[in-house]
Structure formats: structure tokens, C-alpha cells
């Protein structure tokens, strides 16, 4: 799909968005990200662009913290959310933008942040993407975002596998009965892919996380868990004893050139 169709796609997803896609900004979710974004110092002084926006559901955080907020999309429709949400704030300038592409950006953001923008298929549009975010950031910036964890598909697997164990079917039907709730067939494993209605998504490894943010030019990586909300998932009802899954929040700096 070329980024005009996905461009497309998410524009047509942004009326449903809430329904469709798992939610980060849940009361229910434990995430790092705003208490990360509190730490920040003289917060008020700085400007933070918020990468893929989305319906921007992070937006008037960042508005009431930050001095001047980019929000930035290539999807009209997100955008178009997005401002309803902000009615009134002053402060936050929309930018229609894909994040292989940020040269108007370049050197005037302090805070760059990516809540599950970077889920582009392509490792030359990821690479591309790190490189924008670095090269918009000012000396001392600092980047977040959050990324949806394929090791976290792989810990849900198994915690179906072992319901369909305990309700007593044998172990190869209790893997079909997990492939099926997990829905396995839209998962490449092994390359970390996504699909879901004609589109293709990433979802990352830890280890991959930290490497390709080296690879851009950051330092001093921190990854933490975001706890999901078990009501967000299908089986979720049968398994709130066990920790739920998660996605991966990352914090980094740009490295001295």
C-alpha cells in the first residue's frame, strides 16, 4: 500500500478510531509517557511536536505544558479530529506532514514525541522517519513515543494457549483455538507485520526498538512497559489475573554530532 492509500485509510479510520484500535491514552492503562513528559524541565519555555497525531487525544496535555505543540499527520481526517478536539487552544498549529518528510520542521522542536506513528512496514521508511525526528530536534531535545510490541502478541498466545490447556483440550487443538482468538493469520512473526484491512503495520521487538534509535543518532535509550487494559481484547475477561499485555514506551536524546 503506498503512503497516499495508507494516507487514505487512516482518514477514513478517524471517525471510528476509538472502536477500532487499541487506546494508549486509557484511564485503565498504565503509561509512562505523561509523567515522562511532566519530568521534562522548563517545559513551559520549550515547543513539542506530536508525530502523528492521530484524533489527538494528546493535544491538550501537551498544550496546557508546552509553550508551542506541532501537531503533525499526513491523514486530512485525523486531522480534521484533531482540530475539533483543540477548539480553542491557541497554541497548537496543525501540519499535514508525513513523517519520512519533517524538513520544515528541522531545528525548532524540543520534544518529539510518536504514540503508535511508527508503524510503517518498511524498515527504509522507519529509518527515514528516525532521521527527520532527530534532525528536528534542538540541542538538549528529547524524543518519546510508544510502539505496539510484538512480544507482547507472543505473551497473549500463550496465555490462550494455556486457557484452552486448563479447559482440557489436547495441546495442538489449544494452539489452533489461540492462533484463532489471537487472530494469527493477520501476524507475519517472524518480520514483525500487521495486517488488517489492506493495511500493513510494525510491531517491534525491544531489541529492535533500541537499535534502530541508535542507528538514527540517539543515546541514553530507555524503553518501559505500557500496560494495556485487559478489556481491550477479546479473551481479556478469562485472564485479568495474569499482568496484561503491553506496548513499549521509549525515551531518548539526540546524540552529539
Known sequence: MSQADQAHFWSRAARSYEQEFIDPYR??????????????????????????????????FLAEHFQHVYAVDFAAGMLERARERCQGLK?????????????????????????????????????????????????????????PAMDAVHYYTMLLVDRAL????????????????NDHACYDFAFGQFRFGGL????????????RLRRAGFRRIRLAKVLLAWQQFTCGKDLHK?????????????AKE
Open 242 to 254: 495474569q499482568p496484561p499485555p503491553w506496548d513499549w514506551f521509549f525515551q531518548a536524546e539526540p
Open 200 to 211: 500493513e503495520q510494525h510491531f517491534w521487538q525491544p531489541f529492535e526498538v533500541r537499535y
Open 91 to 147: 497554541n497548537v498549529e496543525f501540519l499535514q506532514l508525513r513523517l519520512t518528510d519533517l524538513r520544515l520542521l528541522a531545528g525548532q522542536v524540543d520534544v518529539a514525541l510518536a504514540v503508535n506513528s511508527l508503524v510503517m512496514p518498511s524498515i527504509a521508511d522507519q529509518e527515514t522517519s528516525l532521521r527527520q525526528i532527530r534532525a528536528i530536534l534542538r540541542p538538549g531535545g528529547a524524543f518519546a513515543g510508544i510502539v
Open 166 to 181: 486448563a479447559n482440557g483440550l489436547p495441546l495442538d487443538a489449544a494452539r489452533k483455538n489461540a492462533a484463532h482468538n
Open 27 to 60: 484511564d485503565d492503562v498504565r503509561s509512562p509517557l505523561l509523567d515522562a513528559l511532566r519530568g521534562l524541565s522548563a517545559p513551559r519555555r520549550k515547543v513539542a511536536a506530536d508525530l502523528g497525531c492521530g484524533i489527538g487525544p494528546l493535544l491538550p
